[in-house]
T-cell receptor, first 114, second 112 residues
Framework: EPEVTQTPSHQVTQMGQEVILRCVPI?????FYWYRQILGQKVEFLVS????????KSEIFDDQFSVERPDGSNFTLKIRSTKLEDSAMYFC????????????FGPGTRLTVT | KQEVTQIPAALSVPEGENLVLNCSFT??????LQWFRQDPGKGLTSLLL?????REQTSGRLNASLDKSSGRSTLYIAASQPGDSATYLC???????????FGGGTRVLVKP
């Protein structure tokens, strides 16, 4: 069964460093998403991407964040200058209209900022 | 702004008992609702999706109901097993292709 994959599974970085989180969505899905979950808190939406552009973003997704679909398979989230409060589990998801927009999630990348 | 609430936050039951998990949302204009399972430190596994036009959806021992007008969904898990121990999350989708808004989850422990 097709699945969303994410790399790395765990990333440790120092405050102020740039990180890139990578995702391979399910092929032939058209909608892509990033969510995050701070330990003990709700899963919260960051950004959605459709037709090669951002379709919606939350107030969390400020100028320090960017997304890219550099080729036909990868979807990346970049954080330019990480802060301690960026420590969280980051989930990528994808969906398509033929699955009634059901969102399929990857296993997540645990980002630890020290 | 859509708010999703799950009560109780935690639940402990003996093996074999049926589980009833509640989800409520403030804006009834939804496209669909998904129930997820999350194991500690892991990703989200989609269990069931209910379209806004549906009242119920079933998969094996799982049954989810939706009352859109009152802003409620219930997930029933029949004959619980220790392997059902996990956190269960509900999330609502406002429109096709939109973001999901999540509840805080119900942490379930099924004791052998």
């Amino acid at each position: 069964e097709p699945e969303v994959t994410q790399t790395p599974s765990h990333q440790v970085t120092q405050m102020g460093q740039e990180v890139i989180l990578r995702c391979v969505p399910i092929s032939n899905h058209l909608y892509f998403y990033w969510y995050r979950q701070i330990l003990g808190q709700k899963v919260e939406f960051l950004v959605s991407f459709y037709n090669n552009e951002i379709s919606e973003k939350s107030e969390i997704f400020d100028d320090q964040f960017s997304v890219e679909r550099p080729d036909g398979s990868n979807f990346t989230l970049k954080i330019r200058s990480t802060k301690l409060e960026d420590s969280a589990m980051y989930f990528c998801a994808s969906s398509g209209y033929w699955v009634n927009y059901e969102q399929y999630f990857g296993p997540g990348t645990r980002l630890t900022v020290t | 702004k859509q708010e999703v609430t799950q009560i109780p936050a935690a639940l402990s039951v003996p093996e074999g008992e049926n589980l009833v998990l509640n989800c409520s949302f403030t804006d009834s204009a939804i496209y669909n609702l998904q129930w997820f399972r999350q194991d500690p430190g892991k990703g989200l596994t989609s269990l069931l999706l209910i379209q806004s036009s549906q009242r119920e959806q079933t998969s094996g021992r799982l049954n989810a109901s939706l009352d859109k007008s009152s802003g409620r969904s219930t997930l029933y898990i029949a004959a619980s097993q220790p392997g059902d121990s996990a956190t269960y999350l509900c999330a609502v989708l406002k429109a096709a292709g939109n973001k999901l808004t999540f509840g805080g989850g119900t942490r379930v422990l099924v004791k052998p």
